[in-house]
């Protein structure tokens, strides 16, 4: 017998597809919020601009932006650092992936989702 669930993949922390969304916004909104996209990072106080640099946002939002306003000379190489920051996250973040996701929850039933059983004789 296998069991179905009508939920396709889980991530530890969230509990259906349905939920991920709004997780996402929840998260994402306020780190982009505070990384220079709607008000520069310099007229923030200096503890959250301090914060903000060590987010992944800002390091990937401020290298885009030395690359893309190199003047007159096309395309200018992004700092070291930003690259640098935006590897780790993307390490970190691989690593929380291969650790955590799965496709099918684990231990059955998953916070009360039905699951139907096929093949089932």
Known sequence: ???EEKHGCHLGFIPDAGSAGPLLSATYLP?????GVFVPI??????LA??????PAEPFIHALSTTLQAGGSGIAAPPAGDLLNCALWAVVGLYVALRHFRWEPRGGEHRGHATTEVGAQ
Do not use: F, K
Request: net charge positive; glycine share 4%.
């Open 1 to 3: 017998m296998l069991r």
């Open 42 to 47: 310099a007229a923030e106080p200096g503890w």
């Open 50 to 55: 301090t914060v903000a640099r060590w987010l």
């Open 31 to 35: 780190v982009v919020s505070v990384s």
